[in-house]
Every structure is written in structure tokens, then in C-alpha cells.
T-cell receptor, first 108, second 111 residues
């Protein structure tokens, strides 16, 4: 089965800026997940997305986060106003067995 | 959400030796997954255990699910340098698909 592809692999952004992280290309899959891993810590669930709607979200996934599937293939995670503590690896997964390579987000 | 405790947090192993990492829950689990994450990498799915007392083997890796389905273990025999990384257990509630990860056991190997 095709692997999940994430872009960019590394994103550096200034505090307060918006960032968009992408899973590409994906088709014919209904269930997706975003996870976050702060350096040296465990993987934490952010949000699950089913059939173009959020099905579940964690307490981490506050109002500054949003997810979209804008064109039926790309699956995006947007952080509206980044904070220093948002610095982490962000993983997209289409099931428990298939994690993307991740995007390392560094907020400066 | 469901929480799992993993021990030890760190495991420093002599090449060729065996070691075991454990995952424990206070509640009965419907299933458990194990992942390996190399330094700088992403979680890679290793296996899923579902049945009480289940034992599965992958070459030098042996995975076990406790009889009460509250604990699990990963045993690696004859450790190699390629075994370096962090091993996570993760659990999923029966009514949804999100994973709750343990804190992981980080393994280093001395040659």
C-alpha cells in the first residue's frame, strides 16, 4: 500500500506566524490522523478526520489548529498563530500501521 | 483516555545480550500495538496483539500479551546495533481508532 507522504520535511517559522503542514498525495482513504511528538517525548494524538469531518480531537487541538482536505487528496494541518511550544514533529497517519515521515516544525 | 506505562525508560544493552521492555495498564485492553522509532525517524508499526495470552515472533523479537490483557512485553534476543531506537507500545479503544502511546523505551547498544 502507498505510504503517507508529508511536506515539508522541515519548517522553520517565526512565533505568531501561520503554518500549513501537508499529507500528499492521498486518495481513497477516509480515516486520517495527526499526531505530535515534542523532542524526546512520546507521540501524542491531535485529531482524527473521517470522511471530511473531524471525528475526534484531543485537548491539545485547540482553536489555533484546524484540519482540512481542500481538494480530496491533500490533507492539511494548519496552525494559525504558532507558539514556541508548538515546536515538534508532526506526523500524519492514515491508519495505525502507516505513519508519514513527519514534518519537523521549529518555531523561533 | 487509556494510559499505558512503559518500563524501563532507558535500556543500555551490550551487543549480543537480550532485553525486555514492558507495557502495563490498569484497565483491560482490547488490543495493543508496538512501534519502533529510530532516532530522527517516524514510528514504524511492528505488530498488533489482540488475544489474551497471545505470543507473536518476528525473528529476534517476541511480543506477548498478558492473560488478563493488562500488560504486554517485547523481548529482543541477541541485540544488534540495528535494534537501536525507541520502542513504543500503543493502545486503541475499541470504539475508535486513535492511538494512545506509552512513553517508550529508548534502547542503546554498546558493541
Amino acid at each position: 500500500e502507498p505510504e503517507v507522504t508529508q511536506t515539508p520535511s522541515h519548517q522553520v517559522t517565526q512565533m505568531g506566524q501561520e503554518v500549513i503542514l501537508r499529507c500528499v498525495p492521498i486518495s481513497n482513504h477516509l480515516y486520517f490522523y495527526w499526531y505530535r511528538q515534542i523532542l524526546g517525548q512520546k507521540v501524542e494524538f491531535l485529531v482524527s478526520f473521517y470522511n471530511n469531518e473531524i471525528s475526534e480531537k484531543s485537548e491539545i487541538f485547540d482553536d489555533q489548529f484546524s484540519v482540512e482536505r481542500p481538494d480530496g487528496s491533500n490533507f492539511t494541518l494548519k496552525i494559525r498563530s504558532t507558539k514556541l511550544e508548538d515546536s515538534a514533529m508532526y506526523f500524519c497517519a492514515r491508519s495505525e500501521a502507516f505513519f508519514g515521515q513527519g514534518t519537523r516544525l521549529t518555531v523561533v | 483516555g487509556q494510559q499505558v506505562m512503559q518500563i524501563p525508560q532507558y535500556q543500555h544493552v551490550q551487543e549480543g545480550e537480550d532485553f525486555t521492555t514492558y507495557c502495563n495498564s490498569s484497565t483491560t485492553l482490547s488490543n495493543i500495538q508496538w512501534y519502533k522509532q529510530r532516532p530522527g525517524g517516524h514510528p514504524v508499526f511492528l505488530i498488533q496483539l489482540v488475544k489474551s495470552g497471545e505470543v507473536k515472533k518476528q525473528k529476534r523479537l517476541t511480543f506477548q500479551f498478558g492473560e488478563a490483557k493488562k500488560n504486554s512485553s517485547l523481548h529482543i534476543t541477541a541485540t544488534q546495533t540495528t535494534d537501536v531506537g525507541t520502542y513504543f507500545c500503543a493502545v486503541r479503544r475499541s470504539n475508535d481508532y486513535k492511538l494512545s502511546f506509552g512513553a517508550g523505551t529508548t534502547v542503546t547498544v554498546r558493541a
